[in-house]
């Protein structure tokens, strides 16, 4: 039998309905009911706070770098710009942007050619110098009727055979030099070789009488250089023997005598002369 109790004086085990002590007899003093008491557990601490305690360091976080995003000085390598909820998705392609944005290409215009310079129009024909020079000069004579007669330079340009440029003795290696007002296009040249006169008033041949040239060089003046040309002549032809050359500009002409006969009439007229002197443009 369960025992509930124990005798105090005998320490025997008493059931709860005992009044006696059924070992010495011993009443049992009334026991008082016993209380039930309730024990609440200790309530546990919530273990919740640490993560609310992260989510608002957390949100200070972001609101002091979004504060400092806004704020900061513009980057124009970097640039960011808040989305909206009705802008247009961040993930656009950026060509599109950049080609809507740009300007328009502006076509290339390509440089127009200048019309070439017109080449300089020379005239066709005879080319007449403006000045002549020469080194020496006879001094001035008579012919048959008693009339003076002249040997200047300038003789060679008038057109006329019965007119001469003339100087003493051997003329070789003399040079008549003719110029020109500006640069002329030249495809011609040519001399009367000696004094191609007969006189008027006695029939004498002066042609006969003095040294005829044989043979000359034409030095033309250009913007390149001088450029030369040899010329040899017929002894007794009294017309204008003429050369044809190849174009030039020149913007003077030098004539240089190369060889000459030996005087004519016995050797009494030792003279060197050029009647006429001719340029041309064809």
Known sequence: MPTTTTCRACRAGMREADTFCWTCGERREPVAPQRLEVVTAPRARSRSWPVV??????????????LWWLLRPADDS??????SPSAAPATAPATESATASAPAPVPAVEPVASAPAPAPTHPVGPVVP???????TSPDSADAA?????????????????TAWRTEGDATGSTLTFTFDGAVRLTEVGLVNGFAKVDPYDGTDRY???RRITAVTWTFRTATGPV?????????DRGVQRLTVTPVEATSVDLTIEDVTRP???GRFDRTAISDVAFANS
Request: hydrophobic residues 40%; glycine residues 16%.
């Open 228 to 236: 030369p040309v040899r010329q040899t002549l017929r002894d007794g």
């Open 53 to 66: 305690a992260a989510l608002a360091l957390g949100l200070v976080a972001a609101v002091a770098v979004s």
């Open 208 to 210: 006969a009488q003095g």
């Open 78 to 83: 970097a640039r960011t710009v808040a989305a």
């Open 146 to 162: 008693g009339r003076t007669t002249g040997y200047d330079v300038e003789n060679v340009l008038d057109g006329s055979p019965s």
């Open 264 to 266: 004519g009439a016995g």
């Open 130 to 136: 403006t000045g002549a020079s020469a080194p020496s």
